[in-house]
């Protein structure tokens, strides 16, 4: 698949060190943006064109806009980490690349080469990498595709604008979190069999806002979703996996069956854990079974992953057929150990895999 050469604008306005260094003090999560961004356009017949690295500005989007009406839009996650002497690594950004394709593919959307997507990540990680905080901190980055051609009508667009940010990040979760704590969502649903669950697109999150806000009116961190069959069988949360730890040593998650992410974050770890020796099986947990597993000390621990979060544990579930605690509510040392170890392939500090960890060059 060919693609256009990536033009670099540099900003000419980006903001002074001083400037930048206040920001890094405290830069939360998605609320600090980088002075550039890379983007490009596609238009049937004609493909990808104008790519560009440029300051980041506001789109002019005509009020028509496909993305406006039609909610055609993809989007991926994914960090650059600072590593030893100087590094910046990416952690398996070719699986963020087939993963967009995916979701593309789900969506009536044109693909993007793996080439094309991987510069136009790298270029701009080069041109912001002094945005990367020091520390456990990273840099959050953003690629997205909408439909941005005008029109009225229910059709795929026949133009589509590519782009991606950048944010410095620290901690997901507020407080620094030990463990988080879930409501579960026994009415509403986030994806159905058929639908689009598996794809990254924005319309699958705004069906896990409401329930998401119901979940901070309960006192709870984060939503954890049943199936929309049965409502009994455990999907995943409104932005991350979930995984099971039994007292046997067993490990449990959800399968991917249409309605869940399959998460980079999920598949890494289920390879690790199998590579150690660990028995990890891809298996429907009722929420019933959860609760009399946890209250009977079956299942010692719960984590949920993604890339904004990395691992963290869960340590307090709570719906309306009752509450429970998982061990002593504070996570437990698997889930230190396997956090411990993503970071540290991700950072540089842990051998991993090969092809896990790929540089970004100077």
């Known amino acids: 698949m060919l693609h256009p050469t990536l033009e670099?604008?540099?900003?000419?306005?980006?903001?002074?060190?001083?400037?930048?260094?206040?920001?890094?003090?405290?830069?939360?999560?998605?609320?600090?943006?980088?002075?550039?961004?890379?983007?490009?356009?596609?238009?049937?017949?004609?493909?990808?064109?104008?790519?560009?690295?440029?300051?980041?500005?506001?789109?002019?989007?005509?009020?028509?806009?496909?993305?406006?009406?039609?909610?055609?839009?993809?989007?991926?996650g994914m960090k650059a980490y600072r590593a030893q002497h100087g590094a910046i690594n990416l952690f398996r950004p070719e699986q963020n690349a087939r993963r967009f394709n995916a979701s593309a593919r789900r969506m009536a959307m044109p693909e993007i080469s793996e080439e094309m997507f991987l510069e136009a990540v790298e270029t701009l990680v080069r041109a912001d990498r002094d945005w990367i905080p020091d520390g456990e901190g990273s840099l959050y980055l953003r690629p997205f595709m909408f439909a941005s051609e005008a029109f009225l009508g229910v059709r795929p667009a026949e133009e589509f604008t590519f782009c991606v940010i950048a944010s410095p990040a620290g901690a997901y979760f507020k407080?620094?979190?030990?463990?988080?704590?879930?409501?579960?969502?026994?009415?509403?649903?986030?994806?159905?069999?058929?639908?689009?669950?598996a794809a990254k697109c924005g319309g699958n999150y705004a069906a896990s806002l409401a329930a998401?806000?119901?979940?901070?009116?309960?006192?709870?961190?984060?939503?954890?979703?049943?199936?929309?069959?049965?409502?009994?069988w455990v999907d995943e949360l409104g932005g991350m996996n979930?995984?099971?730890?039994?007292?046997?040593?067993?490990?449990?998650?959800?399968?991917?069956?249409?309605?869940?992410?399959?998460?980079?974050?999920?598949?890494?770890?289920?390879?690790?854990l199998r590579r150690r020796g660990v028995e990890v099986n891809e298996e429907s947990y009722a929420i019933d079974q959860w609760q009399a597993d946890a209250r009977s000390g079956r299942l010692s621990e719960a984590f949920a992953c993604g890339t904004a979060a990395v691992v963290t544990a869960?340590?307090?579930?709570?719906?309306?057929?009752?509450?429970w605690t998982i061990g002593n509510g504070d996570g437990g040392t698997f889930t230190a150990a396997i956090r411990n170890e993503l970071i540290g392939i991700q950072r540089g500090l842990v051998e991993g895999p090969d092809g896990w960890v790929r540089q970004v060059r100077r």
């Open 212 to 232: 998401q806000a119901e979940a901070y009116e309960q006192g709870c961190d984060q939503v954890v979703f049943l199936d929309a069959v049965e409502h009994r």
């Open 8 to 76: 670099v604008l540099p900003n000419p306005e980006s903001r002074s060190t001083e400037e930048r260094e206040k920001l890094l003090v405290d830069p939360g999560f998605g609320r600090v943006f980088t002075d550039h961004m890379a983007v490009a356009i596609w238009t049937r017949g004609q493909g990808w064109h104008s790519a560009a690295l440029t300051a980041r500005k506001p789109f002019v989007l005509d009020p028509a806009a496909g993305v406006l009406h039609y909610a055609q839009e993809i989007f991926e």
């Open 175 to 197: 407080g620094g979190k030990s463990a988080v704590s879930l409501w579960v969502s026994d009415h509403l649903n986030r994806a159905g069999p058929g639908g689009t669950g």
């Open 314 to 323: 869960v340590g307090r579930v709570k719906g309306r057929s009752g509450d």
């Open 242 to 272: 979930l995984f099971f730890v039994f007292d046997d040593g067993r490990v449990a998650t959800p399968p991917l069956e249409g309605t869940i992410l399959p998460g980079i974050t999920r598949a890494s770890i289920i390879e690790l």
